[in-house]
């Protein structure tokens, strides 16, 4: 089982505009685990979700991952394109350095906005990868950052709700939109 080599065979179902936006009450709840039964919904959500982050990328000119609830799929499931394609199952930080640095933080789902925020400068993320496999991964700096990004998203967190303090928004400069 390849759930992403799977994915590039399947038309993607959804696009930019099926993308949620802040202040979609489908943003604030917790998503549901995917459970082994259910592996046959994973290559049209990674499909989805791939489709969705190519069109953020070719619109606003970021985007490194995106969690399924951002298209209304209330699964825990990220979809990360760094050095190559990656789906996250179920994923879990078990681990969490002291340390703290300060970002500007993006999101798919208020493109113009940047927030403000802390996080760990190194995690460990458990989950099971695209072939139904058990994973853990030790990240560090900008891949730390997105991964506890995406997972928020999977609880129902925004950045915005991790904002530093109440002056830490700005509008993206429209240069790097």
Not at 40 to 63: C, N, S, W
Not at 109 to 137: A, G, K, M, N
Request: glycine share 2%; proline share 5%.
């Amino acid at each position: 089982m390849d759930i992403l080599l799977d994915a590039q065979t399947l038309v993607p179902s959804k696009h930019l505009s099926d993308l949620l936006l802040l202040g979609d009450p489908r943003l604030y709840e917790r998503c549901e685990p995917i459970l082994e039964t259910e592996l046959t919904l994973l290559p049209q959500i990674a499909a989805d979700l791939r489709q969705v982050m190519m069109e953020v990328r070719a619109k606003y000119h970021f985007g490194r991952g995106i969690a399924a609830p951002q298209l209304g799929y209330m699964k825990r499931v990220i979809y990360l394109d760094t050095d190559r394609p990656r789906l996250l199952i179920n994923p879990s930080i078990t681990d969490r350095s002291a340390e703290v640095f300060e970002l500007w933080d993006d999101c798919m789902c208020f493109p113009h906005l940047l927030v403000r925020v802390q996080r760990h400068q190194c995690i460990t993320v458990t989950y099971f990868d695209e072939h139904w496999e058990r994973r853990s991964w030790n990240v560090k700096n900008d891949l730390s950052e997105l991964i506890q990004h995406e997972c928020d998203h999977l609880e129902g967190i925004l950045c915005t709700m991790r904002a530093v303090n109440e002056k830490a928004f700005k509008w993206r400069a429209q240069a790097d939109v």
